[in-house]
């Protein structure tokens, strides 16, 4: 755990950038029980892989992902609950990033504030047949 209450998964050894750190530190604020798995493409490209899993009894029903890096940030529902797709970028997922359940922000000039602040409105918004609360367990 760092100072944040932020536990690091994820494949890629060492600290999170400060990118990453801030983008985390103000979404973890505003929507406590996410999961941060950090990631690097083969060129070394930092990314940040952000989930929350929608639980029934014992049995993970769905999986909401989201990517954050430099460009921005991208959004949907995993395809495995995260067992093939972890680690793969959204678009190599094949995540479908189209609204309304999906989210598509470039980074463009929002802040790092600003796309938490959308990030943490897109995870706590209900999905349309896929449950009606977000933090239901």
């Not at 690091?8 to 990453?20: H, I, L, N, V």
């Not at 083969?42 to 890096?69: A, H």
Request: charged share 25%; aromatic share 8%; proline share 6%.
């Amino acid at each position: 755990m760092t100072a944040e209450n932020i536990e690091w998964g994820g494949q890629r050894e060492g600290d999170p950038t400060e990118a990453e750190l801030a983008f985390a530190t103000s979404l973890n604020a505003q929507t406590p029980g996410l999961d941060y798995w950090l990631h690097s493409d083969d060129d070394g490209t930092p990314w940040l892989l952000v989930s929350l899993d929608l639980i029934e009894g014992n049995t993970v029903q769905n999986t909401l992902r989201l990517d954050f890096d430099s460009r921005g940030i991208r959004g949907g529902w995993s395809p495995s609950c995260l067992n093939w797709d972890d680690g793969m970028r959204a678009e190599d997922a094949l995540i479908d990033l189209a609204g309304p359940e999906g989210l598509l922000l470039p980074a463009n000039q929002l802040s790092i504030e600003d796309l938490a602040r959308r990030a943490a409105d897109w995870f706590t918004q209900p999905k349309k047949g896929r449950w009606a609360d977000p933090h239901r367990t």
